[in-house]
């Protein structure tokens, strides 16, 4: 069985993150590049399941960064992924959704994985549409927001938390999924780990190796118009209880029409 897990370099996510006024794209000079948890949370489901496997499972890393992403992209090797394959080209600075799923369906029909599992919604953009959107281009079932994962050797199993109930879903292999935060943490890396991921083998690809032209307007293309800085968040109203607090708070809420 070969797996392949969607994995995304992304600004750490534990500093302030800032925009880039100009290019409207994320400063990522402005802080130190990170893998994405939820990409770790997706590898960690799948190396458990290779784990207990023992034998016949190839579990692949795939990302769509930056040139400078092999960093991240070997601690995903040094979590256990067998091997990784980085998109990496300029013509993919600032690419939308539809332009980032195009390529990222490209790669995968060249890799023919039988189950892809990638996170269901990443730090910086956090559009959660991605994974349903290569399931289309691919043309398979896809079981998204899964906060539990069962994987078999033909099929995969899940649940789903929605509003007001647990949602028990299934699909065939081949099939694409995404998971959720509500699954274990990531292993961290350990010593064996990290120096074998040294050898581990990364295979770069451009646009022209997937057949893909950034400039090709017939799929549709998101278009930013402009963008603006956050103005500055007020003190807000304060009010001081001197016996009528109550008073003017259920009058300010009403004023305000939020009761």
Known sequence: ?????????????YVDRKLNLETGLADRAASDPVLDEIGERALEVVLKYAESVGEGVEVSALTMSPAGATASIRK???MGASSAIHIADDGLSGADLGLTAEVLAAALREIGADLIVAGQQSTDGATGML???????????ALTSLSEVTIAADSVSGTRVADDALMQVSAP????????????EARFPNFKGIMAAKKKPIEVKTLADLGVDPTDLTPSRTIMTAVSERPPRTAGTKLTDDGTAAEKLAAYLAENRLV
């Open 76 to 78: 995903g090797l040094a």
């Open 1 to 13: 069985m070969k797996i392949v897990v969607l994995l995304k370099e992304v600004p750490d996510t």
């Open 173 to 184: 292999l081949p099939a694409l999924i995404s998971v959720t935060d509500a699954l274990p």
């Open 131 to 141: 994974p349903a959107m290569l399931a289309e281009l691919l043309g398979l079932p």
